[in-house]
T-cell receptor, first 115, second 114 residues
């Protein structure tokens, strides 16, 4: 089955700096890679996703890059703000196989943005 | 509000008891999921239902029994609760038939077994 590794497990940055979180996956059949943000006491919320036919996707201060050959993808947050502080999860799944697809999550990165 | 909702939000119970968690989505999705998040924040899928049919059943003890009365609801019943069942349980849903794989999560149910 799929195995997703996520690094670092904790990341502390100063407000205004950039933050980068990296993930690797093992199953070459995976072609959908979402990122979720989980604030304290809440459920994970999708912030951005990328599919294997795209190398990079950007949404305001958030960008995700994908290197399918190397089987890794990264989340980049620029101009970090205190409200970006949360646990971030990467995930991977195939999108073939009908409804049997499932998301495999990384172990999460606790991002702290210091004012 | 369109969302995935879960009840109860908190559940404290004694070992050996039986309890249920309910999930409802009003997003018109056809696939629903249960995840377990342990104390280290690791998210692991337990079950998945598509159009009321069980399609994913990970290696979960058979004390856990999901039930989907209709596409908008997926409940989780747990028999003979054990200390190790203490965790946060998340329900999620997605609309597979449109080719959209995005999963939307509920707020979670925090289960503490004493």
């Amino acid at each position: 089955g799929e195995n997703v590794e996520q690094h670092p497990s904790t990341l502390s940055v100063q407000e205004g700096d950039s933050a980068v979180i990296k993930c690797t996956y093992s199953d070459s059949a995976s072609n959908y890679f979402p990122w979720y943000k989980q604030e304290l006491g809440k459920g994970p919320q999708l912030i951005i996703d990328i599919r294997s036919n795209v190398g990079e996707k950007k949404d305001q201060r958030i960008a995700v890059t994908l290197n399918k050959t190397a089987k890794h993808f990264s989340l980049h947050i620029t101009e970090t703000q205190p409200e970006d502080s949360a646990v971030y999860f990467c995930a991977a799944s195939p999108t073939t196989g009908g409804s049997n697809y499932k998301l495999t999550f990384g172990k999460g990165t606790l991002l702290t943005v210091n004012p | 509000d369109t969302a995935v909702s879960q009840t109860p939000k908190y559940l404290v119970t004694q070992m050996g008891n039986d309890k249920s968690i309910k999930c409802e989505q009003n997003l018109g999705h056809d696939t629903m999921y249960w995840y377990k998040q342990d104390s280290k924040k690791f998210l692991k899928i337990m079950f998945s239902y598509n159009n009321k049919e069980l399609i994913i059943n990970e290696t979960v003890p058979n004390r856990f029994s999901p039930k989907s009365p209709d596409k908008a609801h997926l409940n989780l019943h747990i028999n003979s609760l054990e200390l190790g069942d203490s965790a946060v349980y998340f329900c999620a849903s997605s609309l597979w038939t449109s080719g959209q794989e995005t999963q939307y999560f509920g707020p979670g149910t925090r289960l503490l077994v004493l």
